[in-house]
T-cell receptor, first 110, second 117 residues
């Protein structure tokens, strides 16, 4: 079973920031938080990952709470192409297979 | 960078035949590759972990004699669905791991849609 809990769906207006929450209250000290997204009928796309510090790259920002029990993925300026299912996954990284939950279906509204 | 390809992108076959799916890391070497399966309206499920030069590790409930995995090089892993049946129809997706040691990231291929008639 997935070790994360995400809302099943969210809407966001185009051009606004999309904030996707994830709860991972049982995360262990050496597990990372990874975010992927899957656009319909495609393979998942890596977005970002982090351990305990906040992270930012060209796609998104990842905010991890101090107790590491939850995190938020932020897409700063959502576009219609960001409509996808977003998966929050905790993993040891490396040779560890990923356990996908049901994710959040993010719908960007024009 | 970190591009993974799969071939074919889709395949239709008759029941009882075997189908081979290739997964390649195009711009990096991957000691470990993974195979996932996704049924309609469901999430991805890990089938097996493929390590270069050694036998694959299969998840519980996945028949190793039905889903043959070969990871002959650092850039190629193949999945062969033997004696395919309609219930094997699914979206098969591979991934390859690369990056900083102990926090490698998996990059996914575009997937292969298999339809068994």
């Amino acid at each position: 079973d997935a070790k994360t809990t995400q809302p099943p769906s969210m809407d966001c207006a185009e051009g606004r920031a999309a904030n996707l929450p994830c709860n991972h209250s049982t995360i262990s000290g050496n597990e990372y938080v990874y975010w992927y997204r899957q656009i319909h009928s495609q393979g998942p796309q890596y977005i970002i990952h982090g351990l305990k510090n906040n992270e930012t790259n060209e796609m998104a920002s990842l905010i991890i709470t101090e107790d590491r029990k939850s995190s938020t993925l932020i897409l700063p300026h959502a576009t219609l192409r960001d409509t996808a299912v977003y998966y929050c996954i905790v993993s040891l990284g490396g040779a560890d297979g990923l356990t996908f939950g049901k994710g959040t279906h993010l719908i960007i509204q024009p | 960078g970190a591009v993974v390809s799969q071939h074919p992108s889709w395949v239709i076959c008759k029941s009882g035949t075997s189908v081979k799916i290739e997964c390649r890391s195009l711009d990096f070497q991957a000691t470990t590759m993974f195979w996932y399966r996704q049924f309609p309206k469901q999430s991805l499920m890990l089938m097996a972990t493929s390590n270069e030069g050694s036998k694959a590790t299969y998840e519980q409930g996945v028949e190793k004699d039905k889903f043959l995995i070969n990871h002959a090089s650092l850039t190629l892993s193949t999945l062969t669905v033997t004696s395919a049946h309609p219930e094997d129809s699914s979206f098969y997706i591979c991934s390859a791991a690369t990056g900083v040691v102990w926090q490698e990231t998996q990059y996914f291929g575009p997937g292969t849609r298999l339809l068994v008639l």
